[in-house]
């Protein structure tokens, strides 16, 4: 239904109402009152539609009169036709009967609107126009001056429209004339301008606007001599004098047999256009032109093909700029997600015609999100940078390494023989990337996981990938620096993970976690100094899920924070009944990992605050670990963090010393207590000569520094013994004793200080 019925149908419903209720409150008028509210309501309604569909219809006859002056315009073949055709859009937008006139003027003779106003238009009473123009709207008392925005090179302004009214109207139909107006200006200057008007600068007046254009007009003769160029073709072509020129030799040799193509089409199809892109030298370099080719040799005037040239060269830059950085990461400068896939489409549908091997190995840094959190954003990208060198440097020049978005990488390996060539490439791009990386904020160690998918597995582009991501969950779930090939199974893991996932949920919002006790012990004489927390997650039957699955994960859906909070609230209690059952002797303390992620929680100063407050905690008994990661960029904010733990007495100790950042120097700038000797450094020292002497460097640093060095994952006598010889006081591992529920921690304790009865756990 169109809106003036259906605002009409409306109207009749307030009134329909009323009668409604008359006829109810009539046997024994109950409700006088409720009538007379509903009468006045009904009233009030119907005045407020009738209105709005007044105004409705008013708004369709100046949109359907702007129309028809609009298209009247476009065809106009005379300024006096322009004229005429504003005078009866004015009278139609005003309204019948209403007293008007209109003018267009040349611009300049009339005031127009100041710059800055935001609006084209400007209301002026009548006398304060010029005289000669005042007496021409004599009796009118206000005038509407429109100024179209289109501007000539050579006429100036296109010209003004001036409607002269009461000022109601006017205000009421502003728009709609200034909408006229922009069509009204312009329309008159292309009657002007009409070649088959004479103009009365003459051949003049068209070389002056010939000589005001940056495009190039060429007439060509029938043998392709220049017979005519337009001043602009001296920039262009970079030369004197182009007429007497062939054009063909005026194009690059590559584009020339363009030219010939065009000028034949002239010729196969009379009064046709044709349109082509041509290539040209001048003195600065190739310019790309956009050429238009139109045959005007039975026009007595021209006799001759015109060919206009227009510099384009901007234009292409930025379209090829546009194309690039849809299809390309802007940090890398790798291909993207969209055009590896397009990419590896391309390479499939080879192999059905040619049988080679199609290869797809999807990479993912390993700890990469703590580099961003630690270092920022710019040293991020500069390692994803120099991570796709790397990738480029080491594939072959038929292979493309895209970057997928974060810290996703991907590499297409094409024609290979066999699987077993992605599986080498596999192993090389790990060693690659297992280099560290030198940046202006030390040296940092990145590892990766890579996934194995070939065109066995999948024939769909979006598939293989898919099939290459899940093979690299599998990988990283083996650890770091490791790859796996794709196996069907690899679905099913991806279900179980996405499972595990909604279970962590439910598992943080309810604390269903545990808490083991990793005794670290004076290897000298087995006494027990301290304990490491660890988090444990039970899951009944099934037994206790891995801490190497879970702990990446809440590290990657942000849990971490919270359980990282409910773990030291909860080991710093538990550490409170263990120094009551202690006894005599030195307490032992408590070391909590502390993620990146709590580092740079607002929160967190606060939460250390009260587990140091925890009844019964022995003062200075509460260390926080750190990895070196957290350590290696210095800012304010956390020097300013670990003063203030520091003035709670707190102990400070790095994770996993060696593993992450060679750079030694936040061991001078951060009020470190402790060194945790990675594992890693630990397995080989019976066997390995070379690295028991690293270990022996290490042990003497931290001595030489004051710092205390434990030694983590002792497993076997020899290498107790053999650090025991070094000089390394401390350690901790299976050899001593695994992670221990809070009471068997008790009884470790009682039985190390002489308190229980029987042989020591170890």
């Not at 008013?58 to 006096?80: F, G, I």
Request: one cysteine or more; glycine letters at 8%; proline letters at 7%.
């Amino acid at each position: 239904m169109p809106p003036a019925q259906l605002l009409t149908a409306a109207a009749r419903i307030a009134p329909a109402g009323a009668a409604v209720c008359l006829y109810l409150a009539a046997p024994g008028l109950r409700e006088p009152l409720w009538t007379v509210i509903m009468l006045a309501s009904a009233a009030a309604l119907t005045t407020w539609v009738l209105v709005h569909i007044a105004q409705h219809r008013k708004a369709q006859a100046r949109e359907r009169a702007l129309r028809t002056a609009v298209a009247a315009l476009a065809t106009a073949e005379s300024p006096a036709q322009v004229s005429r055709y504003c005078e009866a859009a004015v009278a139609a937008l005003l309204g019948p009967r209403v007293p008007h006139r209109s003018l267009l003027l040349p611009a300049g003779e009339v005031p127009g609107p100041p710059h800055g106003t935001g609006r084209p238009s400007l209301l002026l009473p009548v006398d304060r126009l010029p005289p000669g123009i005042a007496v021409r709207l004599a009796g009118l008392p206000t005038a509407l001056v429109c100024s179209p925005a289109e501007q000539s090179p050579v006429s100036g302004r296109a010209g003004v429209l001036l409607a002269a009214g009461p000022e109601p109207r006017l205000v009421e139909a502003r728009a709609a004339l200034e909408t006229l107006a922009a069509h009204a200006g312009p329309a008159a200057q292309r009657a002007r301008l009409r070649p088959d008007r004479p103009h009365p600068g003459g051949e003049a007046y068209f070389r002056t606007l010939l000589s005001s254009t940056s495009d190039v007009v060429l007439v060509v003769d029938a043998d392709q001599t220049v017979r005519y160029a337009s001043p602009s073709a001296r920039t262009l072509f970079g030369r004197g004098e182009v007429t007497g020129s062939a054009l063909r030799s005026l194009v690059d040799p590559q584009d020339r047999e363009r030219v010939d193509r065009a000028l034949a089409a002239l010729d196969s199809a009379p009064g046709r256009d044709v349109h082509d892109h041509w290539g040209v030298s001048g003195r600065g370099g190739r310019t790309d032109v956009e050429a238009r080719c139109r045959d005007l040799r039975a026009d007595g005037t021209v006799g001759g093909l015109v060919v206009t040239l227009r510099d384009v060269t901007e234009q292409r830059k930025l379209r090829y700029e546009l194309s690039h950085r849809a299809c390309h990461d802007p940090v890398t400068g790798l291909p993207n997600r969209a055009l590896l896939l397009e990419r590896i489409g391309t390479a499939l549908l080879r192999d059905r015609r040619e049988s080679p091997l199609t290869c797809v190995l999807f990479i993912d840094l390993d700890d990469f999100k703590s580099v961003n959190e630690t270092l920022g954003h710019s040293a991020g990208d500069r390692i994803l940078k120099a991570v796709g060198e790397r990738l480029s440097e080491t594939l072959r020049c038929t292979d493309t390494a895209a970057r997928l978005g974060g810290d996703a990488f991907a590499v297409l390996m094409e024609e290979a023989r066999q699987p077993e060539d992605a599986e080498l490439l596999a192993q090389q791009v790990i060693q690659v990337l297992d280099r560290p990386f030198r940046l202006p904020e030390g040296t940092i160690g990145i590892s990766a996981g890579v996934g194995v998918a070939t065109s066995r597995d999948s024939t769909d582009p979006d598939e293989l990938l898919s099939c290459a991501g899940l093979a690299v969950y599998a990988a990283k779930s083996a650890g770091k620096r490791q790859w796996r090939r794709f196996a069907p199974g690899l679905r099913v893991r991806v279900t179980e993970r996405h499972d595990l996932r909604a279970r962590l949920d439910r598992a943080i919002s309810r604390e269903e976690f545990a808490l083991r006790y990793q005794p670290v012990v004076d290897i000298t004489g087995g006494r027990v100094i301290g304990f490491e927390a660890l988090a444990r997650w039970p899951q009944g039957r099934s037994g206790l899920v891995s801490p190497g699955q879970f702990i990446p994960l809440a590290e990657e859906t942000g849990h971490i924070a919270p359980l990282g909070s409910w773990v030291l609230r909860n080991a710093a209690a538990d550490m409170a009944r263990l120094q009551r059952t202690a006894g005599r002797g030195v307490a032992p303390y408590i070391s909590v990992n502390v993620s990146g992620r709590q580092w740079q929680d607002a929160d967190f100063l606060e939460e250390v605050s009260k587990a140091v407050e925890t009844p019964g905690l022995a003062p200075g008994s509460l260390q926080l670990e750190l990895t070196e990661s957290v350590l290696v960029r210095r800012d304010d904010r956390l020097d300013g963090l670990l003063r203030s733990l520091k003035e709670l007495g707190v102990r400070i100790a790095v994770d996993d010393f060696g593993t992450g950042f060679s750079s030694l120097r936040y061991l001078r700038d951060f009020p470190v207590d402790t060194l945790k000797l990675d594992k890693t450094y630990i397995d080989d020292i019976p066997r390995d000569p070379r690295q028991a002497a690293l270990v022996q460097g290490i042990v003497c640093l931290a001595r030489t520094l004051g710092l205390q060095i434990i030694a983590e994952g002792i497993e076997q006598r020899g290498q107790r013994d053999l650090l025991t010889s070094m000089g390394c006081r401390f350690g901790q591992g299976f050899l001593f004793a695994r992670p221990l529920t809070v009471e068997q921690s008790a009884v470790a304790l009682r039985r190390h200080y002489g308190e229980g009865p029987g042989p020591a756990l170890w």
